[in-house]
């Protein structure tokens, strides 16, 4: 498993292509619930080839069911304090792990913000739901940390409801069809054009960089 604190994604040469960033609440069949909504919007906007891949994922959904999205562009600073706090409660929790270990373990959770995929626009976080709103279970609500749902937040988990486990594979066929890559401990995390997709992908550079909006 590759996580985000994993040099190698550091490394990636960071390259933009000038895609602007979509409010997907304008955008006509996608569904954007506001439980992360922010006073400035920042939380319902995507770059238009991640809009683009998600409308095609769509189409590829089970009849009856799609796509909630939860939250796509994060600003940096909002990662920073959520990577640093993640962090501190990892601290609290495990007091003998040093400093490496607690970087590592963080960021199964919260990206680094030097490699934050969600402040590029490209990221989104997103569930599934059916043509009247009704939320799924996949087994863990979006956000749930590796440390309350003892790891079966990873999109692999074995230990959750069958159920879940086939919500969580449709979600990932559509999306993978589509050309978007998951983080492997967040089953609701999707990308296109980020430093991980990139790396995964293997692209050699990001298609997105960090927007400062």
Known sequence: MILLSDRRIAELPVTDNGEALVDVRTVDGLRVDDRLADPG??????REGVVDRLLTAQRRLPDGLRFLIVEGYRPLTLQASYFAEYRERLRAAYPEWDGARLHVEASKYISPPEVAPHSTGGTVDLTLCTEDGVELDLGTPINAT???SADRCFTAAPDV???AKRARSALGAALTSAGMIN?????????????????QA??????YGPVDR
């Open 183 to 199: 983080y492997p401990t967040e089953w609701w995390h999707w990308s296109f054009g980020d430093r991980y997709w990139a790396l």
């Open 41 to 46: 919007g920042a939380y319902a906007h995507l």
């Open 202 to 207: 293997g692209a050699g550079h990001t298609w």
């Open 161 to 163: 409801p069958e159920a």
């Open 146 to 148: 590796p440390l309350e």
